[in-house]
């Protein structure tokens, strides 16, 4: 997403690319960031909670079905990104970041320890995103050849390969920037923060992931999610013109038989519904980040000089704030949609079970 670690200050008091200390250009932003940072803060303690409480749930449910083991493995992927956002911005709030005795630069250190590698475990949830709607849509276009073809060693098989591919990349960063004691001359202390490694190789590496990782994982999880997603709407309306039709020409005689199917019926479209409502949120909260991404990939200066920076730390915070509500809210949705899992939730937290769910 955003490197910003290129404007921290040097050794020798000198900036690597800016002539204002690093510092007091964050400071200066402090007030544009105030309402974002409280808004990721919020949502990023919501999404660990209610992540926490996915794991569990699905993990109780069993793992036997694929999407289980799909939307499990999503979890996983939205509890460590919020945790990252909850960390990152904790180090932007002045009152953590001039706290005094504060032996590192929080700014620094959270970019080494959380920002930098968010983005990758981000694509990390697109993909998964793509291939439970991908998943679904298969079922709807080829149901009795599916479970051949999508099985639980594949399905775990696929989200070990999810996983390997966008996050091993991150080994690069090592390469090119450490954690290390450094003096900071707007503070007139030497702390622990960010030192940047002249290795030509790794900084190639560096931009070739951020255009895979960065740039394509996403739109190409985007598309998939965007054209599956459709598709399934389509067949949540016709199946639901399809059982009006059938209801209006079912006998008392044949009742029985069509309640089971419409029932059975009636489960798959909940699915349904259940990814579209989980595909709709990703649409909505990575779209902005795709724009983004472009533009940035066409206009490097504006994230690399002090002029804009106020205005680019800006908008990396709402771009914070919509990936963090992505993470965050899954949990509502499977609560609402997904009659099995609102059961075992209510189980696990000793409340009474929902008679009215069917």
């Given at each position: ?143 009795l050849k599916v479970k051949n073809i999508i099985t639980l060693p594949i399905t775990r098989a696929t989200i070990v390969i999810v996983y390997i591919i966008t996050i091993v990349p991150f080994i690069v960063h090592p390469f090119l920037y450490k ?27 560096l931009v070739f992931n951020a255009y895979l990782c960065g740039f394509s994982y996403l739109l190409l999880a985007s598309g998939v999610v965007l054209i599956c997603t459709l598709f399934l709407v389509i067949t949540l309306v016709r199946s639901s ?63 690399e000089g002090e002029r804009f920076l106020p205005s680019s730390l800006l908008l990396q915070a709402c771009l914070f704030t919509f990936e963090t509500v992505n993470n965050s809210l899954n949990f509502f949705v499977y609560y609402m949609i997904g ?20």
């Open positions: 997403m955003f490197n910003l670690t290129n404007a921290s200050e040097g050794s020798d008091g000198r900036l690597g690319v800016t002539q204002t200390p690093f510092l007091v250009l964050w400071k200066q932003a402090d007030g544009v960031l105030f309402y974002p940072t409280v808004i990721i803060l919020v949502f990023a303690v919501l999404g660990v909670v209610t992540n926490i409480l996915n794991i569990i749930v699905f993990i109780k449910m069993g793992l036997q079905k694929t999407t289980t083991v799909s939307m499990l493995a999503l979890a996983v992927s939205d509890l460590i990104c919020c945790i990252m956002a909850f960390w990152t911005y904790l180090c932007y709030v002045p009152a953590f970041r001039d706290m005094p005795g504060l032996p590192f630069q929080s700014i620094e250190v959270s970019l080494e320890t959380g920002q930098n590698f968010r983005p990758y475990v981000i694509r990390t949830g697109a993909l998964i995103t793509a291939f439970i709607t991908l998943e679904r849509c298969l079922c709807v276009m080829i149901p954690l290390d004691w450094k003096f900071f001359p707007s503070l007139n202390r030497t702390m622990v923060g960010s030192v940047i490694r002249h290795d030509p190789i790794a900084f190639f590496f013109r399809w059982r009006e039709s059938m209801r209006k020409q079912t006998q008392v005689s044949t009742e029985k038989s069509i309640d089971l199917n419409a029932s059975r019926n009636r489960r798959e479209d909940r699915l349904i519904k259940m990814v579209v409502a989980i595909a709709t949120i990703f649409i909505i909260c990575n779209t902005p980040g795709t724009i983004v991404m472009f533009i940035l990939s066409v206009s490097k200066e504006y994230i009659t099995r899992f609102r059961i075992v939730f209510r189980q696990l937290v000793g409340l009474k079970e929902d008679t009215a769910s069917s």
